[in-house]
């Protein structure tokens, strides 16, 4: 496949990431239900994103190239009309068999997309490329590690596809088919393993600082047994314990990884930092996810009524939102852009009121301030708004650029 065809590709997903990001903070503030916001932020904003720029990383990482043009577009169309037409089911407009459908298309887009990464990596897997410079040799041990688990995501991303179609069809499942199962596999063991693996890759390169050998060692496992302990046991009990624990563990750990290359760079470029409140984000919502884990099992005092609203908010926004536009603004830099509103200073404005939307929205919810929570959903609108036109004809104007 050509570079160029490649990035075009890319970009497209990323645009569609972006239209996703306003829909879904649309819908939080004028109160759509939790199903469907979930479907709009995880099938629809996080996973665009992240399909785009795997098409892009995952072969570089092994010293390669996708070898297929054709899938990108095909999955371009089934990952967007899966999400839009599992939105409609989840809003109890459709009947049962607009999410059957729905999870088909899906299915099927994600088939193509694991597949065509698949067979482009089959022989540099098997040789141990990592891709690594001749100039970064200090950064190949991590990126031989990371590379171990680069695949695991996508097996994660595979079953919970698998159970989403099997709940509406005559398919075996794996699981009971119960939603909130479905979506902890691809949300922790697909995007948050993918952002954790490419992220102690990605990292350093943007600020020129190499990761902790020691504590990649421990996030990258604890992030890989955790969804799967955590998917099988959610509800209660001692699986639900360990999963927690395990998640807990790699947050923390990619947290202060994070930031000791933070704090030992003398780069600061607009993205670094809303990585950094991204990662802090992420630590908050774990704990409050170990904790309703340990409440499960130990009965310790109830937590108030918005707390798994709260830890929604806090990995879904906060965690995979931040990270997400913080390495988007990295890869492409807003300065880049020729058009008014095109800068450091309007990205960051985007950071801040995503961050301040997510500081309100929490608090208002575990307070149970309704007032404040609205509020906070309504400044988020407003940072997703700013980045979608920010992202949108930065892209745009990119594609331009390159068009013969």
């Given at each position: 496949m050509t570079g160029a065809s490649r990035s075009r590709w890319s970009r497209r997903f990323i645009i569609a990431s972006a239209v996703f990001f306003v829909c879904w903070r649309l819908g939080a503030t004028v109160g759509i239900t939790h199903r469907v916001e979930v479907i709009l932020a995880l099938f629809g904003f996080v996973s665009?994103?992240?399909?785009?720029?795997?098409?892009?990383?995952?072969?570089?990482?092994?010293?390669?190239?996708?070898?297929?043009?054709?899938?990108?577009?095909?999955?371009?169309v089934a990952a967007t009309l899966g999400t839009v037409l599992l939105a409609f089911s989840a809003g109890s407009v459709g009947p049962t068999f607009v999410e059957t459908l729905g999870a088909l298309v899906w299915g099927s887009g994600v088939a193509a997309f694991v597949a065509a990464l698949s067979w482009s990596v089959r022989n540099e897997v098997r040789r141990g490329e990592t891709g690594t410079s001749s100039h970064r040799e200090s950064y190949e041990w991590v990126d031989k590690y990371a590379n171990r688990y680069l695949i695991i995501p996508f097996a994660y991303l595979a079953v919970g596809s698998y159970e989403l179609l099997a709940r509406t069809t005559i398919l075996p499942g794996l699981t009971d088919g119960y939603f909130p199962r479905i979506t902890h596999l691809i949300a922790a063991g697909f995007a948050v393993l993918l952002v954790f693996t490419l992220g102690v890759r990605l990292s350093p390169r943007f600020l020129g600082v190499p990761v902790s050998k020691k504590l990649a060692a421990v996030v990258l496992p604890a992030g890989a047994v955790g969804p799967v302990f955590v998917a099988a046991g959610l509800g209660g009990g001692p699986l639900f314990v360990a999963g927690a624990v395990s998640e807990a563990i790699a947050f923390v750990g990619f947290a202060a990884l994070y930031l000791s290359v933070f704090s030992r760079s003398d780069r600061r470029r607009v993205g670094t930092e809303s990585v950094l409140a991204g990662v802090i984000?992420?630590?908050?919502?774990?704990?409050?996810?170990?904790?309703?884990?340990?409440?499960?099992?130990?009965?310790?005092p109830a937590l108030p009524p918005g707390t798994l609203a709260a830890h929604r908010q806090l990995n879904l926004l906060g965690f995979l939102g931040l990270v997400i536009v913080g390495f988007t603004f990295l890869f492409y830099p807003p300065s880049a852009g020729r058009f008014r509103g095109a800068s450091e200073r309007t990205a960051q404005l985007i950071i801040a009121a995503l961050l301040a939307g997510l500081v309100l929205s929490v608090l208002g919810r575990i307070a149970g301030m309704s007032l404040v929570s609205a509020l906070g959903d309504g400044v988020a609108l407003l940072g997703s708004l700013g980045y979608g036109y920010l992202l949108v004809r930065l892209l745009i104007e990119i594609g331009a650029r390159r068009t013969p």
């Open positions: 665009h994103v992240v399909f785009g720029m795997a098409y892009l990383l995952v072969p570089s990482y092994f010293g390669t190239t996708l070898s297929t043009d054709t899938i990108p577009p095909v999955h371009f984000a992420g630590v908050v919502g774990v704990a409050i996810g170990l904790t309703m884990a340990l409440w499960s099992v130990l009965e310790i």
